[in-house]
T-cell receptor
Framework: DAKTTQPTSMDCAEGRAANLPCNHSTISGNEYVYWYRQIHSQGPQYIIHGLKNNETNEMASLIITEDRKSSTLILPHATLRDTAVYYC??????????FGKGTLLTVNP | DTAVSQTPKYLVTQMGNDKSIKCEQNLGHDTMYWYKQDSKKFLKIMFSYNNKELIINETVPNRFSPKSPDKAHLNLHINSLELGDSAVYFCASSPSGTSGTNEQFFGPGTRLTVL
């Protein structure tokens, strides 16, 4: 199971893009990269996932490096409500997700 | 219309007691999970069931026993509670399929405090 590492915390100005990095250098070829976020006291919320290609949805974009050893979650226009802990996770078809320790993103007005 | 629900939301109990946490999902998913989140916010898988069969059983004391009466429910029973069991327990579910992806939907959590 791939181990993911993330910075402990990051700050971002409201309205700016938030770029959250994740290192997953031991990820295997069939494991996906997932991003979740957890707003205080709530359950983790799925954001996006990808295998090789960059992905975009209504919440965020996911950029995966060509060697798949790292990825970046991009929130294009961060708002105060995006303040949360963001978890990077890896997992394949064995139903198991291995979560990193998370990055506390604080969006400042 | 809660997708994944857990009861109770808070559970305060004495050491040595036995307690249960219930989880239900109305998403029609085949796979359900229990996670433990400690005080440092580290989220770790404990168990997973697929169509009522146990498929993941991490290194968890055997005082913890999951039970899945049907694929929409996964309960967690804990015997002889210890101080170290204090944590937030999350239930999750995901559809099973052949795509290899594992998008999981989490419940609101149960905060267990053992005194």
């Amino acid at each position: 199971d791939a181990k993911t590492t993330q910075p402990t915390s990051m700050d971002c100005a409201e309205g700016r893009a938030a770029n959250l990095p994740c290192n997953h250098s031991t990820i295997s070829g069939n494991e996906y990269v997932y991003w979740y976020r957890q707003i205080h006291s709530q359950g983790p919320q799925y954001i996006i996932h990808g295998l090789k290609n960059n992905e975009t949805n209504e919440m965020a974009s996911l950029i995966i490096t060509e060697d798949r050893k790292s990825s970046t979650l991009i929130l294009p226009h961060a708002t105060l409500r995006d303040t949360a802990v963001y978890y990077c996770a890896s997992g394949g078809s064995n139903y198991k997700l291995t979560f990193g320790k998370g990055t506390l993103l604080t969006v400042n007005p | 219309d809660t997708a994944v629900s857990q009861t109770p939301k808070y559970l305060v109990t004495q050491m040595g007691n036995d307690k249960s946490i219930k989880c239900e999902q109305n998403l029609g998913h085949d796979t359900m999970y229990w996670y433990k989140q400690d005080s440092k916010k580290f989220l770790k898988i404990m168990f997973s069931y697929n169509n009522k069969e146990l498929i993941i059983n991490e290194t968890v004391p055997n005082r913890f026993s999951p039970k899945s009466p049907d694929k929409a429910h996964l309960n967690l029973h804990i015997n002889s509670l210890e101080l170290g069991d204090s944590a937030v327990y999350f239930c999750a579910s995901s559809p099973s399929g052949t795509s290899g992806t594992n998008e999981q939907f989490f419940g609101p959590g149960t905060r267990l405090t053992v005194l």
